[in-house]
């Protein structure tokens, strides 16, 4: 099993604002999909923009696991052969799939309906991640499998299950269990619906579609029918506008600042980040909207400006859903108060982000109060300090954007998984005008 280097520590001096023309690595989630539908489809998927951060590595190592030949990715490109819905080969060892919860929620549903035995699990992070938000209805669906006792990783399924469809509603507004349920409808007899409490990223959808798989959507329905084929397709990967969100934030409490960020996934179901930057005063223009691939992209500009505290409305809360601890920074930064509500599901991502966020932000001197489902920060002036980022790697990026506004160094402990989505966050960030380094 791959062990983390838990000693990687950014040094971030302050001050100092962003400028340039930046393209930041390709979207996760979106890259995520492209292996795992390349891998199902029949014919052979060429991906471009495909990130090569650890994540996304590790559904790529599982598919090849899996008998998948896949050759990159080699500057972002990726050739998959796809071995069709049913030619997936039972992997000689369980699946290690270090920090992805992305991974291992949608994997379970793909694999519930395969005929082979398989065991996932993952690093001390994911771990602790609640599994039986996707293990639950997958059992109603028929599936047989189990976690560890406390609903949480490993997950051990037992193939050859009959998969039958059913309409689920969902619990959480999650598009990784949305999508985990997708995945199992395509093996399921009938027809598998979700209804969502509110809106969640869309890319599962998108790309059956692009696949040429019928996808049906009603409302905040969605629904597959089971026993149909995915067809190869050739995918270019937008810019993460979860990674961007770093940059945006930068810019925009930076004084001076001036970015351009290229190519950025703009999916409506994405764009909580700019809606709220927006609220909040943020000078953002999109620029050259176009469509690639079944997804939309624009090229982002953010210049920097006055923020004033604002009450985030809960509707944007599953369109920003990663962009939170960005998003403190800037209420840091902010005149007045910021109150976050609705936003309980942040205590269950890669850490307790609410805590793990508010305690940060105290070390460096903002009154930021933790509440169950969120957070009141006020306004105020960074300090410097050293902050913990529980190996979290949003945590560790918003944390290192801080620094533009503080008044002492911030050093940030833990750093090393910066590397599930980010990688070559330090150099883009420096090159970028921030005073960051690495140790
Ligand atoms: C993701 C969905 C989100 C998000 C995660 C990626 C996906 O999780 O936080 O980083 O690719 O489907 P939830 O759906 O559990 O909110």
Redesign the pocket.
């Known amino acids: 099993m791959p062990t983390t280097n838990n000693k990687v520590e950014f040094l971030v001096k302050p001050g100092g604002c962003l400028s340039g023309r930046i393209r930041v690595p390709g979207d ?2 979106i890259s ?1 999909r492209s292996v795992m539908l390349g891998s199902l489809a029949e014919g052979i998927t060429e991906v471009s923009g495909f990130l090569e951060g650890e994540d996304n590595l590790a559904t790529l190592d599982a598919f090849r696991q899996m008998g998948v030949h896949i050759e990159g990715p080699e500057k972002g490109r990726l050739r998959i052969e796809g071995v069709g819905l049913h030619g997936l080969k039972p992997p000689g060892k369980p699946l290690y799939l270090g920090n992805s ?2 991974s291992m ?2 994997l379970t549903g793909l694999l519930a309906g395969q005929s082979f035995d398989v065991e996932m699990g993952g690093d001390v992070s994911l771990s602790k991640r609640p599994m039986r938000r996707v293990t639950d209805p997958l059992k109603t669906m028929g599936a047989q499998l189990e976690t560890a006792p406390g609903g949480t990783p490993p997950i051990r399924i037992r193939g050859g299950a009959a998969l039958k469809a059913i309409h689920y509603d969902l619990p959480v ?7 985990c349920l997708l995945l199992a409808g395509l093996y399921a007899d009938g027809r598998t619906c979700i209804t969502e409490p509110a809106p ?2 869309d ?2 959808e998108r790309m059956l579609a692009g696949f040429g798989y019928p996808v049906g959507r009603t409302g905040s329905t969605v629904c597959v029918e089971g026993g149909g084929h995915l067809t190869a397709s050739s995918i270019e990967v937008p810019a993460d506008i ?1 990674s961007a969100t770093f940059f945006m934030v930068g810019a925009a409490i930076a004084e001076g600042s001036d970015v351009l960020l290229e190519h950025v996934g703009i999916n409506p179901t994405r764009i909580g980040v700019i809606n709220i930057l927006r609220l909040m005063g943020a000078e953002l223009e999109l620029g050259n909207e176009r469509e690639v691939g079944g997804e939309p992209v624009a090229d982002i500009r953010v210049r920097g400006s006055r923020l004033k505290g604002i009450c985030i409305p809960e509707e944007q809360v ?1 369109l920003a ?2 962009e939170f601890p960005a998003l403190f920074v800037a209420a840091a930064c902010a005149e007045g108060e910021t109150r976050l509500t609705g936003a309980r ?1 942040l205590r269950v ?1 890669e850490s307790d982000r609410i805590q793990v966020m508010a305690d940060g932000l105290n070390i460096l001197g903002i009154d930021a109060c933790p509440t169950e489902d969120g957070m009141v920060i006020q306004g105020g002036t960074l300090g410097g300090g050293m902050v913990e980022s529980h190996g979290d790697h949003r945590i560790a990026m918003a944390f290192a954007m801080a620094a533009l506004r503080a008044n002492d160094n911030i050093r940030i402990l833990d750093c090393a998984n910066v590397n599930t989505s980010f990688p070559g966050f330090v150099g883009l960030a420096a090159e970028a005008g921030l005073s960051v380094t690495e140790g």
């Open positions: 996760k989630s995520h919860g992305t929620r949608l507004a999650s598009a990784q269990v949305k999508s969640t990223r890319h599962t979860s599953p859903i990663d599901e991502k």
